[in-house]
Structures are given as structure tokens and as C-alpha cells.
């Protein structure tokens, strides 16, 4: 009878130790599309795009500034007279503050992608604000003053990024098209603007990585894929403008 009841108890321990087990690689896989995810978060607001019937398409550009790409990418943007927003990290913008200037200049918009470019998981509050602040104050010293939005990088967020951004009454700005994130069309300047053609709607965010020497292909689509989207019918906006398209 006492094996009896040690079997049962024993049994019960394991079913409920698998149990347990379960509940945390389950609520681990949440977490993590959560992280991930373009479309939602547990605190503020995250935008991917605007719902607008207008053909209207913001172009973003992360990382850098960089050397390697900075003046190409402006220079392709003034010849075709396109605005367009620029998510710059902290560390870059302090070793090339110049290249801030430069993009301010052109009249872009600079938008904040965090100052160390560390995935924003697991990180304290402290952390998040010395993060978003002290890029913040890099990009004034640029001498842009419109709005600066955010995007965190790679897309990662959790709960401290948003609840800090949610704090300050900002949003989360991530991507609807990502035509870097394919290797088969990111090989090749033409795919990659067919790709961002096909893939825009009115109302779309682009997310483009053209910044560093590896990104030749990124430069060169820019601007085959601003002449095929104009051939489509769209106009471009900066992020802040398409958020005001939106909200009209």
C-alpha cells in the first residue's frame, strides 16, 4: 500500500513538473513573437503602416550614418526630390556627426534607433531611457528639430522599450516591406526594387539597410525603386507625415 502511494505521488510530481515545463516553453514562444512582432506590443502604440486609401509611402533607412553610403543615399534622394527618414544610431552619429548634419540639412527626418543598436530584451528601464536619451540629444546636435521617432533595432521590443516610449507619449515605428530581409533579392539591385514595388500599399513603411560598404546593391536600387513606385502613382512622405496622413 505505501508503494502504492508513493507511485501515485511520484506520478503526480512528474505529470505536474511536465506541466509546469510546458506553461514555460509555451508562455517562452509567446514572448519571443511578441519580441519580434511588426504589429503589436503589450504597452503603447506600434506602427507598421497607416491605413490610408492614399498612395502614399514613407522610405526608411537604419543604421549608420556611415561613410560608405550616406552622401550616395542623399545624393540619389535630391535628385528625384524624395523625403525620407533616417533612423541613425547614437554611437555612429557620435563618430560621424558631420554625416548627421548632412542629413538634417538635406531637410530628411531623423528618427532614433537606439544608441548601442543591443536588442531591446531583458533590459531595465534605466537602461532603455540612457539608450533613447542620449541618442536623442545627438540627433538635436545635428540641428534637426521636427519630431523623432523610434524604431528599435532589429524590431526588438519587450516591455521596457515599450512602456518607456508609452511614458513619453511616442510610438514604436517598425516596417510593413523589407526587401533586405529576402537573400535572394537582396542580392541583386533590380530585385530589390522590383520586390519593394510589388510589396508597397498605400500607407507603407519601407525598411532599407543602404548605409555600410556591404550595402552597394541597397544603393543602387534606390533609384530604380523611387521611379517604378512613382510610375505606380505614389508620393513620398516622411514617417511623421504618413502618421499625419493617417490621422486625418
Known amino acids: 500500500m505505501v508503494r502504492l502511494f508513493r507511485s501515485r ?3 503526480k510530481w512528474a505529470i505536474g513538473v511536465a506541466a509546469a515545463l510546458v506553461l514555460v516553453l509555451v508562455a517562452g514562444f509567446v514572448l519571443l513573437r511578441v519580441a519580434s512582432s511588426r504589429t503589436f506590443q503589450f504597452f503603447g502604440e506600434i506602427v507598421d503602416r497607416v491605413d490610408t486609401a492614399d498612395r502614399v509611402v514613407a522610405l526608411t533607412f537604419d543604421d ?28 555612429e552619429l557620435a563618430t560621424h ?3 548627421g548634419r548632412a542629413i538634417a540639412g538635406a531637410g530628411h527626418e531623423i ?10 530584451i531583458g533590459v531595465t528601464p534605466a537602461w532603455v531611457a540612457d539608450e533613447v536619451e542620449a541618442t536623442d540629444a545627438l540627433i538635436r546636435a545635428t540641428g534637426y528639430r521636427g519630431e523623432i521617432q523610434f ?3 532589429n524590431g526588438k521590443k519587450l516591455f521596457a522599450l515599450p512602456h518607456y516610449l508609452a511614458e513619453h507619449q511616442r510610438k514604436t515605428i517598425t516596417w510593413d ?15 530589390i526594387a522590383r520586390y519593394t514595388a510589388e510589396h508597397v ?7 532599407l539597410h543602404a548605409m555600410y560598404a556591404s550595402r552597394e546593391q541597397t544603393r543602387a536600387a534606390l533609384g530604380p525603386m523611387i521611379d517604378q513606385l512613382r510610375q505606380n502613382g505614389y508620393r513620398f512622405v516622411t514617417v511623421s ?7 486625418r
Open 9 to 11: 505521488r511520484a506520478r
Open 64 to 91: 549608420g550614418p556611415d561613410p560608405a553610403g550616406t552622401q550616395s543615399l542623399l545624393d540619389t534622394l535630391a535628385a528625384r526630390g524624395v523625403p525620407a527618414t533616417f533612423f541613425l544610431i547614437g554611437r
Open 97 to 99: 556627426p558631420e554625416l
Open 111 to 120: 528618427g532614433n534607433h537606439s544608441f548601442s543598436h543591443e536588442r531591446m
Open 151 to 153: 524604431r528599435p533595432p
Open 177 to 191: 516591406v523589407e526587401p533586405n530581409s529576402d537573400p535572394e533579392v537582396d542580392r541583386s539591385a533590380a530585385a
Open 201 to 207: 500599399r498605400p500607407g507603407s513603411i519601407v525598411v
Open 241 to 247: 507625415q504618413l502618421l499625419a496622413e493617417g490621422r
